[in-house]
């Protein structure tokens, strides 16, 4: 890699890291106003089939039930949300906002009554799905050889699109696990037929 790319890609991964890690201080920030507040932020989570919280599907992914919860989604929000970041940040904004959705989607659809859904595990999902499977669609090389690693990492983690644990929404798991995999197509088949196109007007 060139003196010049190297230069470019810095800002980039400091920008990643301003934005994302800025997120997961607003989770912070929010748990500790929930804490304050005696819990009052849990009610903002999504409660299955109700129509007036469909609203909420856009900010359940910040809100925690409790400092385990969010700890334990604080640091695979950080590490994936960075790396997917680093293919651009519009690829990012797509990503999260489609994994959002669709996770949000599926807990409220899928859930049982009277479950609140909330946290970023859903967003997590989704950016583990994205990374694992763009490569299939851009059949880029290093983005097969990055999805390697990070299934190495982090692949276990899928089990949890499974209902396995009680009080942990699969469905949420679930959802988010399709919005990435759903991103990674809106992204990335395009180009690959694109470049197919040009692959076959330039050849003899």
Do not use: C
């Not at 385990?68 to 989604?73: D, E, F, K, Q, T």
């Not at 807990?107 to 967003?123: D, F």
């Not at 050889?145 to 692949?155: D, K, Q, W």
Request: hydrophobic fraction near 50%; aromatic fraction near 10%; proline fraction near 4%.
């Amino acid at each position: 890699m060139s003196e010049k790319s190297t230069q470019g890609k810095r800002p980039l991964l400091v920008q990643a890291l301003i934005v994302v890690g800025g997120l997961v201080v607003l989770m912070w920030g929010l748990e500790l106003l929930d804490q304050l507040t005696l819990n009052s932020l849990d009610s903002f989570g999504i409660e299955p089939r109700q129509a007036s919280d469909l609203p909420n599907i856009l900010w359940a992914p910040l809100l925690h039930f409790g400092w385990a919860h969010l700890a334990s989604n604080s640091i695979p929000f950080l590490v994936l949300g960075v790396v997917t970041y680093l293919s651009g940040p519009a690829k990012w904004v797509v990503t999260t906002v489609v994994s959002t959705i669709v996770s949000g989607l599926f807990a409220w659809l899928l859930a049982p009554v009277g479950a609140i859904t909330a946290g970023a595990s859903g967003v997590i999902f989704g950016y583990l799905t994205y990374l694992l499977v763009r490569g299939i669609f851009s059949r880029r090389i290093g983005q097969i050889l990055l999805a390697v690693v990070v299934f190495a990492i982090y692949g276990s983690v899928l089990l949890g699109v499974f209902p396995t644990q009680v009080g942990v929404s699969w469905q949420a798991h679930l959802g988010g696990a399709v919005g990435g995999v759903l991103a990674a197509w809106l992204l990335h088949s395009r180009n690959r037929g694109r470049a197919g196109r040009k692959q076959q007007q330039t050849s003899y």
